[in-house]
């Protein structure tokens, strides 16, 4: 199985800075694609900011310009720096996917994080 494991969520105040963090482990083949989600109470959960299948990077337009995507191959590893955070930044942050197992490599499967909680006081 493949697990991908988040951190770096916690409280901070508005106009403050997180940085978020997701590693994966696991039997992995390839990691095709990582993005970042969130979910607020009550809110569907929605895309923050991605790589693509072409190595570029989308943002929602709601953090364009203060959340950064960035990754380390090496550690497997996909952050996210989120700057002059918003109370509405609020929410739960999920680190997802699209991986290749070592096991059965014809397959994508999609993984999910544990998620991370976010809090952001005005």
């Known amino acids: 199985q493949v697990e991908l494991v988040e951190s770096g969520g916690g409280l901070v105040q508005a106009g403050g800075s997180l940085r978020l963090s997701c590693a994966a482990s696991g039997s992995i083949f390839s990691i095709n694609g990582m993005s970042w989600y969130r979910q607020a109470p009550g809110k569907q959960r929605e895309l923050v900011a991605a790589?693509?299948?072409?190595?570029?990077?989308h943002y929602a337009d709601s953090v364009k310009g203060r959340f950064t995507i960035s990754r380390d191959n090496a550690k497997n590893t996909v952050y996210l720096q989120m700057n002059s955070l918003k109370p509405e930044d609020t929410a739960v942050y999920y680190c997802n996917a699209y991986v290749r197992t070592r096991t059965a490599p014809m397959k994508i499967l999609t993984v999910w994080g544990q998620g991370t909680l976010v809090t952001v006081s005005s």
């Open positions: 790589f693509t299948s072409g190595g570029s990077t």
